[in-house]
């Protein structure tokens, strides 16, 4: 028996085991701007890129987006091999969970696109029909399990072959403990639906149903987003004196980012960083000593920082003075936190789901 359940190929083709659903992604349904806007997407996203191999990255087309897969993550193709690992090493060690390729296509249906949900629900109505599960997003920790039926020659319904169990979820708080007995009967336009809890924002959700004539699967992706978060250094200072030194560049400073921010997973953002230095004093009347040309370089977790001098080494010039330099820059971090703010569907489809829902149980009686 049909089994409707979608995901999306390692080709980046959407397919069903019978129905050919490639219109969900077919003609960029998929974009860029999802992976900047869709919190659900991004998973998908950064779930490739660490199955990915640095030469496959910059190639990699199949998410449908029209760019290769290391430029939607990097931002740019001119990457070169350590920044590649060290991009990956930086998203395994976040609290990200990966969604599986089987997963992807439930994953994004959750996440309320309408052109994707329109594309899978076209899908499966116009191919061989059969049994389909999907959840739908109210918020953060409260999800609609939807269980339809799509006729199948003069089939109209099914009914359930089993009892369905969600982990860790408690079925029996649901709006319709019924939609998950055994024996339920899901009819054609009529279905069943069940708002589920779930105990927080990280908790992902999987179901297998199972029919008397088919089976199906539904994926419910944790309801979390990526943030970046950027936050001044604290001013690095360093002063020093000289006396008849002569002309010079100091030797390299370095400075560290402290452990314990880069155990919190915070990196120096290496495009602020600036160096600069001044004269603080000068116990004569010389304009011959002088500090200036202050230079620095960072990598994520240190800074290396100069300047050169000069410090008259006769007569009156060579005066004792001091001079400061000051380095500014910004740290930052990427990591993934519980998206409370999460929506359901669009307003547009949540009024054609409302009316379908009315018109459904106005026909069951």
């Known amino acids: 028996m049909p089994v409707i359940g979608?995901?999306?190929?390692?080709?980046?083709?959407?397919?069903?085991?019978?129905?050919?659903?490639?219109?969900?992604?077919?003609?960029?349904?998929?974009s860029y701007s999802m992976m900047r806007n869709n919190s659900y997407y991004q998973q998908i996203v950064y779930t490739r890129f660490l199955q990915s191999t640095y030469e496959s990255s910059k190639t990699d087309q199949s998410l449908g987006a029209g760019i290769p897969l290391g430029e939607m993550v990097m931002g740019t193709l001119?990457?070169?091999?350590?920044?590649?690992?060290?991009?990956?090493?930086?998203?395994?060690?976040?609290?990200?969970?990966?969604?599986?390729?089987?997963?992807?296509?439930q994953t994004v249906l959750v996440s309320g696109d309408s052109a994707v949900l329109n594309a899978?629900?076209?899908?499966?109505?116009?191919?061989?029909?059969?049994?389909?599960?999907?959840?739908?997003l109210r918020n953060a920790q409260l999800a609609t399990l939807i269980i339809d039926w799509f006729p199948q020659g003069n089939k109209y319904k099914t009914k359930l072959s089993s009892n369905i169990t969600i982990p860790g979820v408690d079925l029996r708080a649901s709006s319709d403990p019924s939609c998950f007995k055994k024996g339920k009967k899901i009819v054609q336009a009529v279905g069943c639906r069940s708002n589920i809890t779930l105990p927080d924002a990280w908790t992902p959700a999987a179901v297998t149903i199972a029919a008397t004539d088919g089976a199906a699967d539904a994926y419910l992706p944790p309801r979390i987003r990526l943030i970046t978060e950027t936050e001044p250094l604290p001013p690095i200072t360093w002063y020093k004196e000289y006396f008849r030194n002569g002309r010079s560049t100091t030797s390299p400073q370095t400075w560290l980012l402290p452990q314990?921010?880069?155990?919190?997973?915070w990196a120096i953002k290496t495009s602020t960083v600036s160096a600069s230095v001044h004269?603080?004093?000068?116990?004569?009347?010389?304009?011959?000593?002088?500090?200036?040309?202050?230079?620095?370089?960072?990598?994520?977790?240190?800074?290396?920082?100069?300047?050169?001098?000069?410090?008259?080494?006769?007569?009156?010039?060579?005066?004792s003075f001091g001079c400061t330099a000051t380095v500014l820059g910004e740290k930052q971090r990427v990591r993934w936190i519980a998206d409370e703010e999460a929506r359901p569907t669009p307003k547009a489809m949540e009024a054609e789901q409302l009316k379908e829902l009315n018109d459904r149980e106005r026909k069951a009686g």
């Open 6 to 30: 979608i995901a999306l190929s390692a080709g980046g083709v959407a397919t069903a085991q019978v129905n050919d659903c490639n219109a969900v992604l077919r003609g960029g349904t998929f």
């Open 78 to 105: 001119s990457y070169d091999q350590s920044a590649y690992e060290a991009k990956k090493a930086s998203i395994d060690s976040t609290n990200f969970q990966r969604i599986t390729q089987i997963n992807e296509t």
């Open 260 to 265: 314990a921010e880069r155990d919190s997973k």
């Open 120 to 136: 899978w629900t076209n899908c499966i109505k116009n191919g061989a029909g059969g049994l389909a599960v999907r959840f739908e």
């Open 279 to 319: 004269r603080d004093w000068d116990n004569g009347r010389s304009n011959t000593n002088w500090c200036a040309n202050a230079t620095a370089t960072a990598t994520a977790s240190q800074i290396v920082y100069q300047y050169e001098y000069n410090s008259a080494q006769h007569g009156g010039d060579g005066w």
